[in-house]
């Protein structure tokens, strides 16, 4: 069974940074694409960035400067480090992998979400 376990969220003051860590476990074959999506309350959820198995990234243009998304392969770990936070960044994190898993199936994994939480 996969499993995509968060952590590093938590309650920052608006300027400040946190780093959210994502590690995936259980029978893995391949992890292709990573990525972190947030949603704030009431709102839809949203991508926040995004890297390739290759390294390439993108991210939605609200983050762009202030947020990089980086994987450790060796690791089975992706990380966001979110830097100059703003209240508006104020939402539950999720991490996001597509994963081949042990007995040769394709799928779309999320975790369970980490709050962040920034305060003005």
């Known amino acids: 069974q996969v499993q995509l376990v968060e952590s590093g969220g938590g309650l920052v003051q608006a300027g400040g940074s946190l780093r959210l860590s994502c590690a995936v476990s259980g029978s893995i074959a391949n992890i292709d694409g990573m990525g972190w999506y947030r949603q704030a309350p009431g709102k839809q959820r949203d991508l926040v960035a995004r890297?390739?198995?290759?390294?390439?990234?993108n991210y939605a243009d609200s983050v762009k400067g202030r947020f990089t998304i980086s994987r450790d392969n060796a690791k089975n770990t992706v990380y966001l480090q979110m830097n100059i936070l703003k209240p508006e960044d104020t939402a539950v994190y999720y991490c996001n992998a597509q994963i081949l898993s042990g007995s040769y199936s394709w799928g779309n994994y999320w975790g369970q979400g980490t709050q962040v939480t920034v305060s003005s």
């Open positions: 890297v390739t198995s290759a390294g390439s990234t």
